[in-house]
């Protein structure tokens, strides 16, 4: 079945750093890619996606592009802040289906 | 405001109690769906609807169950069959499409007393 595994944190940073997530995945078909976000004690805010190959997708300094030759997802940002440590998760939807598959998810915190 | 609404914030279940998590939803999403966030282990999903009066189990639906009886709501049961409830649990609602994004609620930690 689908799945997707993103790289294991956490991850430390001081502000201003470049920020890299790794995430690949499986699947049979052409599913659509998600990152989202998870700050401290609330749900999941959806932080950018791709539906196709090579679409980038993009929000709040965060680039994520669809790569189908690696089957990768990786999520970057040249400049954190503190307000962007949180959890983040990569996700699939296969095209055929409206259940969304998530990685382990990756904590990222943020020095000042 | 649109959005998803999931009450209690805290929930404690004592041995063998069943315990019902609410979720309530105000987007008109045909889509509703639960998961389980536990530490290091990202969301699994437990159980998903499509539409009313209709649903399918996910990863982990063992020791849970679910209804649809109204577009908006979508509780879930956690059962006495569950030996380890102990999470934080998501409801999710999403328009129909391949590329529909899921808005999710703030979540419920279940905790065993």
């Known amino acids: 079945g689908d799945s997707v595994t993103q790289m294991e944190g956490p991850v430390t940073l001081s502000e201003e750093a470049f920020l890299t997530i790794n995430c690949t995945y499986t699947a049979t078909g052409y599913p659509s890619l998600f990152w989202y976000v998870q700050y401290p004690g609330e749900g999941l805010q959806l932080l950018l996606k791709?539906?196709?190959?090579?679409d980038k997708g993009s929000n709040k300094g965060f680039e994520a592009t669809y790569r189908k030759e690696t089957t990768s997802f990786h999520l970057e940002k040249g400049s954190v802040q503190v307000s962007d440590s949180a959890v983040y998760f990569c996700a699939l939807r296969d095209a055929n289906d409206y259940k969304l598959s998530f990685g382990a998810g990756t904590t990222v915190t943020v020095r000042a | 405001d649109g959005g998803i609404t999931q009450s209690p914030k805290y929930l404690f279940r004592k041995e063998g109690q069943n315990v019902t998590l609410s979720c309530e939803q105000n987007l008109n999403h045909d889509a509703m769906y639960w998961y389980r966030q536990d530490p290091g282990q990202g969301l699994r999903l437990i159980y998903y609807?499509?539409?009313?009066?209709?649903?399918q189990k996910g990863d982990i639906a063992e020791g849970y169950s679910v209804s649809r009886e109204k577009k908006e709501s979508f509780p879930l049961t956690v059962t006495s069959a569950q030996k380890n409830p102990t999470a934080f649990y998501l409801c999710?609602?999403?328009?129909?499409?391949?590329?529909?994004?899921?808005?999710f609620g703030s979540g419920t930690q279940l905790s065993v007393l």
């Open positions: 609807s499509q539409i009313v009066n209709d649903f």
């Open positions: 791709a539906t196709k190959a090579d």
């Open positions: 999710a609602s999403s328009s129909t499409g391949g590329s529909q994004k899921l808005f």
